[in-house]
């Protein structure tokens, strides 16, 4: 045996709600146990969020390390929760057998039930996070209850979220400082993941003007600068769990758009949650949110302009294939209609121009010969210019067509092309 640890009552019960936080982020908790604590970490798969959370040896009430000073192990998150799901525990005791490679959960029961849990350690590389959190400009204190009553506001199928964090308002002259809305949330979309076809009317954006004095217990911002981060809102709820469950309040360390995020559980009091700490790290998108003037950038904006953009750059690129000369167009359309000699076919073409878009009239008569007519079009015209085009004494004869046939696919879509254009 190289380490045994026995935990009870209220230690237990803490113990129970760390494993099980654990689980949630990563697959796999990596054990480091020391002389007088012991260290417990997670990282997801996708190594945006890392957990440590570290226990002194006066928090349970038996603490011993054998054979070795250090001793480093991995086990399964899944298979360590389960050792605890039972209900009504009073009692557990951990065994760790590094020459057999393998722990082993003993469980004390209320009702005098006993059970054993044995599981086998597995090969992990180890998980570490160095972070100075004295270099964070950006230090928010508040309770878990009032951050989860904020964030009620949002949608539950919400992904990420944006904290933006303006700088203290000085004292005024002759007076202290005055309240300001110092913090904001808002609800944020990733464009890549928005549905290009006009899903975002679909999306519900939601914003919260917070003022610090009100809703949280500290707030301090020795930057000159508006802050913003992106993060996780899902591990974040984690979180909030994880500290409501164990009686924390949280303080949420900020420095800029890239850097980690970082919220560490704090006891609601001194007398609190002795011999046990936890520190959270969630990475945070690279691009802010906020411009020079630090307003807040709404995402579905950016999303619009790129939507327009692209629109723009594929309209020319269909224009550019598009465009054909006017014979091609001619003998074309004389082809479609051949068939019937005794029927008259007026056709819209258009494709854009040096001084904007020109359109090509073609009209075929009952002789065998066509005749072509160019015909000056504006901007605004919806491609049935047929009836001002087709006035008397254009050529010094009537306009005796019969009923116009329906115009070709391939006619409809240069159609499309000019009015896009204006």
Not at 174 to 191: M, V
Not at 400 to 408: F, L, Y
Not at 414 to 422: A, D, G, K, P, V
Request: net charge negative.
């Amino acid at each position: 045996m190289t380490l045994r640890i026995i935990a009870a009552e209220e230690q237990l019960r803490t113990l129970k709600h760390s494993v099980q936080t654990l689980s949630k982020f990563g697959g796999e908790t990596v054990l480091e146990a020391r002389p007088g604590l012991i260290h417990f970490r997670s990282v997801n798969q996708s190594k945006s969020a890392y957990v440590r959370m570290t226990f002194n040896s006066t928090f349970f009430d038996v603490y011993e390390l054998f054979e070795q000073p250090v001793l480093s192990a991995s086990i399964l998150s899944k298979s360590l929760v389960a050792s605890l799901k039972t209900q009504r525990i009073c009692r557990a005791v951990f065994e760790v057998f590094t020459q057999q490679n393998r722990m082993v959960v003993f469980v004390d029961c209320e009702n005098g039930l006993q059970k054993r849990f044995e599981f086998d350690l597995i090969d992990t590389d180890a998980l570490q996070a160095q972070i100075n959190f004295d270099l964070y400009p950006v230090r928010i204190t508040a309770e878990a209850q009032e951050l989860s009553r904020l964030l009620s506001s949002f949608q539950q199928s919400l992904e990420e979220m944006t904290l933006i964090a303006n700088p203290d308002a000085g004292p005024t002259q002759g007076g202290p400082a005055t309240p300001s809305k110092s913090c904001q949330l808002h609800s944020f979309y990733d464009p890549q993941k928005i549905d290009m076809e006009g899903n975002l009317s679909k999306l519900l954006h939601t914003q919260l003007s917070l003022n610090a004095q009100q809703h949280f217990l500290e707030y301090q911002h020795t930057g000159r600068e508006t802050v913003d981060v992106t993060f996780n809102l899902r591990d974040f709820k984690v979180v909030l769990g994880y500290c409501a469950s164990t009686r924390n309040n949280l303080t949420i360390l900020v420095s800029r758009a890239g850097e980690p995020l970082a919220i560490l559980p704090a006891p609601m009091n001194e007398h609190m949650n002795a011999g046990f700490t936890s520190e959270f790290v969630l990475a945070t998108m690279v691009d802010s949110c906020v411009d020079e003037f630090g307003q807040h950038l709404s995402a579905l904006n950016k999303t619009q302009q790129q939507q327009q953009q692209q629109q723009q750059q594929r309209a020319a690129e269909r224009g550019s294939h598009q465009s054909m000369n006017t014979a091609d167009v001619a003998s074309h359309l004389v082809a479609l209609n051949g068939n019937n000699s005794n029927s008259n076919a007026k056709s819209v073409v258009g494709r854009p121009g040096a001084e904007g878009s020109v359109a090509k009239r073609l009209k075929v008569g009952q002789s065998q010969d066509t005749e072509t007519m160019t015909l000056s079009m504006s901007c605004n015209d919806k491609g049935d210019g047929g009836n001002g085009g087709d006035e008397a004494g254009r050529d010094g004869e009537e306009d005796n067509d019969s009923e116009v046939p329906a115009t070709p696919p391939h006619e409809r879509r240069l159609e499309t092309c000019i009015q896009n254009w204006s």
